[in-house]
C-alpha cells in the first residue's frame, strides 16, 4: 500500500511498535534530492507487495521517531514485522535492494 505523502504528524514509537503484519517506513524529507530520486525505486519494489504498510515519515533534528530508529542519513528505509525491524535500505541505489528486503517481511 504504497504512499506518496509525508505524515502530517509522526507515529510514536510505541504506535510503530504495536504494527501488525508488514509495514515499511521511510524516512526522509520532500525536498531531499536523495528521497526524491528512490521514489520510483520504491514504486518499482512495491508494485509486487501491495499487503505492505508504507508510512513516509517527515524526519528533521528533534524528531524523535528517527531518533529512535538511529536514522542519520535519507532516505532510511525501515523495514518491520510485526513492529520489530527485520532488514534496513539507506539510500538505495536500486529497486533489487528494497526487493529482496521487502521479502524478508511479506511472506
Not at 5 to 21: F, I, Q
Not at 29 to 37: A, E, F, K, L, N
Not at 61 to 77: A, N, Q, Y
Request: some cysteine.
Amino acid at each position: 500500500m504504497l504512499t506518496n505523502d509525508y505524515l502530517a504528524t509522526e507515529p510514536s514509537r510505541a504506535e510503530v511498535d504495536a504494527l501488525e503484519g508488514p509495514a515499511m517506513l521511510e524516512f526522509g524529507s520532500p525536498w531531499c534530492g536523495y528521497c526524491r530520486r528512490a521514489q520510483p525505486l520504491i514504486a518499482e519494489a512495491f508494485a509486487a507487495h501491495p499487503n505492505v504498510r508504507h508510512i513516509k515519515v517527515a524526519d528533521a533534528s528533534g524528531r524523535r521517531l528517527g531518533r529512535s530508529f538511529g536514522v542519520k542519513l535519507w532516505p532510511t528505509l525501515v523495514f518491520l514485522s510485526a513492529g520489530k525491524e527485520a532488514a534496513r535500505v539507506v539510500r538505495p541505489h536500486d529497486a533489487a535492494e528494497i526487493k529482496t528486503a521487502l521479502a524478508k517481511i511479506d511472506t
